[in-house]
């Protein structure tokens, strides 16, 4: 057993079946603490039930000597926010971008809301000439058609859980009441930041983040990258919309406004770009400090936003 790596309430470790051999990363909890501990139990629960080539499977959930950890297959590649994106071609970030939206999809089709989509927890592997995109880092969902599971509460009102910068704005105010729209947002920031090579909103501080984010202070995507189709530009200003009812129902509409395109036959085309070997050379090797590693955190901004107003909310269809 090898240490990969630790995240805010997370340690994670390279490690290999004593029967068949095979090699593993192990999740452990890292502080004892019931509400966090709860957490990554519910982790394991909802991964082990999303089996999809986007999603980082969860093969096993060990609970032993005070202490809960997750297996994951081990991926062997570094996150998006490590790609030299500015170097892709159209044709490959459309290949990732649909990966990405593509595991999104199912997560929603499953009622389930990530909560922390940015780059860091989308994880790139090459394997026989195709480069994968696998979202990771499920420790903040919670089901939405199972929301009275009898376990402890998970989430309460008013808890900020989320990346500034990537959070949509109604998700400053409480990650307990947010939807699926509140991941669509956090695409738009993915998308943009692996299609621009920045982030959208770049903020010191949590209050910064949040008016940015309500104001939609950010550079146009054809300013920074000239060849983008005017599609990626139209997907993510409706992602990046601060009015939830605003925005695409869930992933699997936003992947439509992305590509233009429905048809599954024809979407599976994107995903399985095949990159020549040279091309695969933009994709740093795996660095096991990045890698896997959860990046929660709880932190209490010194600076909150203001309360919601009160107003019509548009409930996500099917939801």
């Given at each position: 057993m090898s240490p990969i790596g630790r995240g805010g309430v997370g340690a994670v470790?390279?490690?290999?079946?004593v029967n068949l051999g095979s090699e593993h990363a192990l999740k452990v909890l890292?502080?004892?603490a019931a509400t966090r501990r709860a957490r990554l139990m519910r982790e394991g629960r909802l991964q082990a039930n999303l089996r999809h080539?986007?999603?980082?499977?969860?093969?096993d959930l060990v609970a032993q000597d005070g202490l809960v950890a997750l297996v994951m297959d081990l991926v062997r590649g570094p996150s998006?926010?490590?790609l030299r994106s500015q170097h892709l071609t159209v044709?490959?970030?459309?290949s990732l971008a649909t990966g990405v939206l593509s595991g999104a999809a199912v997560m929603h089709q499953h009622g389930t809301v990530h909560r922390d989509l940015k780059p860091a927890?989308?994880?790139v592997e090459a394997v026989d000439g195709r480069v994968n995109a696998l979202i990771t880092d499920l420790g903040i969902a919670k089901l939405l058609l199972d929301d009275t599971s009898g376990d402890e509460p998970i989430t309460r009102s008013g808890l900020m859980l989320g990346t500034p910068g990537y959070m949509a704005p109604e998700q400053y105010?409480?990650?307990?009441?947010?939807?699926?729209?509140?991941?669509?947002?956090?695409?738009?920031a993915l998308l943009f930041r692996l299609a621009g090579g920045i982030a959208p909103f770049p903020a010191r501080s949590w209050?910064?983040?949040?008016?940015?984010?309500?104001?939609?202070?950010r550079p146009r995507l054809s300013a920074l990258r000239p060849d983008v189709p005017p599609r990626w530009e139209r997907a993510i200003d409706a992602a990046l919309s601060p009015d939830p009812a605003a925005r695409p129902a869930d992933a699997t509409e936003l992947r439509t406004m992305w590509l233009e395109e429905s048809d599954p036959s024809k979407i599976a085309r994107f995903a399985k770009l095949r990159w020549p070997a040279e091309r695969q050379r933009l994709i740093p090797k795996p660095s096991w400090e990045m890698a896997m590693v959860s990046t929660l955190e709880l932190p209490s901004p010194e600076v909150g936003p203001p309360p919601a107003r009160p107003g019509p909310h548009r409930q996500a269809p099917g939801r």
């Amino acid at each position: 057993m090898s240490p990969i790596g630790r995240g805010g309430v997370g340690a994670v470790y390279r490690v290999r079946h004593v029967n068949l051999g095979s090699e593993h990363a192990l999740k452990v909890l890292l502080i004892d603490a019931a509400t966090r501990r709860a957490r990554l139990m519910r982790e394991g629960r909802l991964q082990a039930n999303l089996r999809h080539p986007n999603l980082v499977p969860v093969t096993d959930l060990v609970a032993q000597d005070g202490l809960v950890a997750l297996v994951m297959d081990l991926v062997r590649g570094p996150s998006i926010e490590l790609l030299r994106s500015q170097h892709l071609t159209v044709a490959e970030i459309d290949s990732l971008a649909t990966g990405v939206l593509s595991g999104a999809a199912v997560m929603h089709q499953h009622g389930t809301v990530h909560r922390d989509l940015k780059p860091a927890n989308v994880l790139v592997e090459a394997v026989d000439g195709r480069v994968n995109a696998l979202i990771t880092d499920l420790g903040i969902a919670k089901l939405l058609l199972d929301d009275t599971s009898g376990d402890e509460p998970i989430t309460r009102s008013g808890l900020m859980l989320g990346t500034p910068g990537y959070m949509a704005p109604e998700q400053y105010r409480s990650a307990r009441r947010v939807d699926v729209r509140a991941d669509v947002y956090s695409l738009g920031a993915l998308l943009f930041r692996l299609a621009g090579g920045i982030a959208p909103f770049p903020a010191r501080s949590w209050a910064e983040a949040y008016e940015r984010a309500v104001k939609g202070n950010r550079p146009r995507l054809s300013a920074l990258r000239p060849d983008v189709p005017p599609r990626w530009e139209r997907a993510i200003d409706a992602a990046l919309s601060p009015d939830p009812a605003a925005r695409p129902a869930d992933a699997t509409e936003l992947r439509t406004m992305w590509l233009e395109e429905s048809d599954p036959s024809k979407i599976a085309r994107f995903a399985k770009l095949r990159w020549p070997a040279e091309r695969q050379r933009l994709i740093p090797k795996p660095s096991w400090e990045m890698a896997m590693v959860s990046t929660l955190e709880l932190p209490s901004p010194e600076v909150g936003p203001p309360p919601a107003r009160p107003g019509p909310h548009r409930q996500a269809p099917g939801r």
